[in-house]
Each structure stands twice: as C-alpha cells, then as structure tokens.
T-cell receptor, first 110, second 114 residues
Framework: GEDVEQSLFLSVREGDSSVINCTYT??????LYWYKQEPGAGLQLLTY?????DMKQDQRLTVLLNKKDKHLSLRIADTQTGDSAIYFC??????????FGTGTRLQVFP | KAGVTQTPRYLIKTRGQQVTLSCSPI?????VSWYQQTPGQGLQFLFE???????NKGNFPGRFSGRQFSNSRSEMNVSTLELGDSALYLC?????????????FGEGSRLTVL
C-alpha cells in the first residue's frame, strides 16, 4: 500500500517544541523526507533521512525513524511563527515516484 | 539560478473546456514531475517526465496528459474539464531520476472549474 497518514492539525505556542508524526504502510523507500509548504507557495524540502538511520539532527530539526513501527516524526525545537506551514512526510515507492502524506498544518501562536 | 516557473498562476475555466499548464524546470534539471493538490485528496502524483519520456504515471484518467520538450520544459493538458479538476497543480524538477529524491517545486497553477 501507499497510504501515508499524518494528523491534520497542530497548534503550538512560540518557543515550544513541535512534533509532527507520520505513519506509513510501505517501507521499501531508501529515503524518507519532510517537505514544508508555506501559504501560497510550492513545497520545499526541509530534511531527509536515510532508511538505515534512526535519527538525524539538523539545527532545530530532529527526524526520528522507527522502521519496525513504520513511524516517522519531525521535531522542531524553539518553534517560531515563521514555522507556521503545512508539513508533509514523503517517501519513494517501488516505482520511484514520490508519495506524500496527507499533511499537517502547524499553527504557531505568540 | 532561477527556480521552477509555472504558468499561468491562476486560471478559471468552465466544464467541458480544456486547459494547458506549463512548467519550466530549473536549468540543468532533466526530470519534471506533476502533482495535483486538493483539500480532500492531498497531493496526488500525476506523471513524471525524464528526457522527453514519460517515466512514471499516477492513477488519473486519460483526460490528463503531459509531455516534455527537448529543453526539459513540460506541459500538462486536461481535456473535458470537470468540477472536480479544480485544484492546485504543482510541477517539480530534479537533476536526475533516482537520486536522493529532492524535488524542487514551483508555486503552482491554481485551476478553478466552474
């Protein structure tokens, strides 16, 4: 299957940490990705993790991968108002096309 | 380096008409993918072109078609438009197929079908 599920909405206070979760059903992908979509814009790659890694840290971003449970998460430390956007997890299926999750809308309030 | 450019940004059509959307990838990128984004269905893969050949295709009816030119620019066409075709159509390019997978997206063409 190609289903990639995410919670629809997350609201956090500025300065707190945000955790966005993603559950997928197919683990054949070499890489798993997090993309960000700001209002009125296309998507941009935030970070990616190689499938044989458990964790990747990149400044304020931490990606955790639990292959056994097919669970991917993105943690944003010290969340800022500029982080308000829709976040998509994504992976490549066995035909090499990029499949996106349903997206999580992150709202950061002061 | 200029980003991915999509034209037109906004357009309104009526049912039964056809529409052509254009995408100019980042210079040097040979792979172009198209996605449809709607509130209900999220991001759905349409097709991918690489060196003028369709390399991959999503589960859309034959009314949706595309092509890629020798300069890597791509167009997609939707014929006999339906209300449900109203969506944001996103184009993305990448240097090659089968690498780490980063796609560079344009801002999209927002199609409204009345």
């Amino acid at each position: 299957g190609e289903d990639v599920e995410q919670s629809l909405f997350l609201s956090v206070r500025e300065g707190d940490s945000s955790v966005i979760n993603c559950t997928y059903t197919d683990s054949s992908s070499t890489y798993l990705y997090w993309y960000k979509q700001e209002p009125g814009a296309g998507l941009q790659l935030l970070t990616y993790i190689f499938s044989n890694m458990d964790m990747k840290q990149d400044q304020r971003l931490t990606v955790l991968l639990n292959k056994k449970d097919k669970h991917l998460s993105l943690r944003i430390a010290d969340t800022q108002t500029g982080d308000s956007a829709i976040y998509f997890c994504a992976w490549k299926d066995n035909t090499d096309k990029l499949i996106f999750g349903t997206g999580t809308r992150l709202q950061v309030f002061p | 380096k200029a980003g991915v450019t999509q034209t037109p940004r906004y357009l309104i059509k009526t049912r039964g008409q056809q529409v052509t959307l254009s995408c100019s990838p980042i210079s040097g990128h040979r792979s172009v993918s198209w996605y449809q984004q709607t509130p209900g269905q999220g991001l759905q893969f349409l097709f991918e072109y690489f060196s003028e050949t369709q390399r991959n295709k999503g589960n859309f009816p034959g009314r949706f078609s595309g092509r890629q030119f020798s300069n890597s620019r791509s167009e997609m066409n939707v014929s006999t438009l339906e209300l449900g075709d109203s969506a944001l159509y996103l184009c993305a390019s990448s240097p090659t197929s089968g690498d780490t997978g980063e796609l560079f997206f344009g801002e999209g063409s927002r199609l409204t079908v009345l």
